[in-house]
Each structure stands twice: as C-alpha cells, then as structure tokens.
C-alpha cells in the first residue's frame, strides 16, 4: 500500500516561513515528478511547485522567489520551504506524486493535505 503523508503546516504570521514535508512509503519501485499543490476556499486546487527525479522544478508565479522545492530521493521525501509567507498562500496543501510500486503499476499518488494559515 502506497502512502503520501504531509506535515509541516500550520499558522504563521504575514512574512513569516514554514517548511512542509512529505513521506512516501509503501512498496515503492521509482518515484518520479513530485509536486506540490494548494487548494483555498472555493477555488481550484492549483500546482504550486514541482521537482523530477532529475532536480529539475518549476513553481507557479505567485510563489516564484519565496517557495522553494526539494526532494531527497533516498528517503522518499519532498519538501517545499516557503518565506515571506503573504496572507494568499493560505491554503490545504497537498503532496503529489507518480509512484511505480513493485506491481509494476505507475499511478497518480495523493497526501491527505495539511493546512497553511497565513494571518496576523
């Protein structure tokens, strides 16, 4: 049984940093690209960050600058350190990732999200 677990998130004051982090385990053969996205109250989940298994990333304008992505494919892990927090990152965040488990099946993996509260 493969599992994407978050943690990390939390309330921080305008400005401020938070690191989310996120583990996955199960029967895992490869994992490749890991992303990050965010869902806020009535709007769409969107892709905040991603990371291949190449270290290549890309982020979404809005974070571009203040959020950066990392992987440490040993452990698979993925994190996302974000600064300068502004009150518009609050969100549920949510870890993704493609995940070939020892099947042989590559699929479409799901955390269960963590909250990011970003208020004075």
């Known amino acids: 049984q493969v599992q994407l677990v978050e943690s990390g998130g939390g309330l921080v004051q305008p400005g401020g940093s938070l690191r989310l982090s996120c583990a996955a385990s199960?029967?895992?053969?490869?994992?490749?690209?890991m992303a990050w996205y965010r869902q806020a109250p009535g709007k769409q989940r969107e892709l905040v960050a991603r990371?291949?298994?190449?270290?290549?990333?890309n982020y979404a304008d809005s974070v571009k600058g203040r959020f950066t992505i990392s992987r440490d494919s040993a452990k698979n892990m993925v994190y996302l350190q974000m600064n300068s927090l502004k009150p518009e990152d609050t969100a549920v965040y949510y870890c993704?990732?493609?995940?070939?488990?020892?099947?042989?099946?590559?699929?479409?993996?799901w955390g269960q999200g963590t909250q990011v509260t970003v208020s004075s």
């Open positions: 993704n990732a493609q995940i070939r488990s020892v099947k042989g099946e590559t699929l479409d993996y």
């Open positions: 199960g029967n895992i053969l490869s994992i490749s690209p």
């Open positions: 990371i291949t298994s190449g270290v290549y990333t």
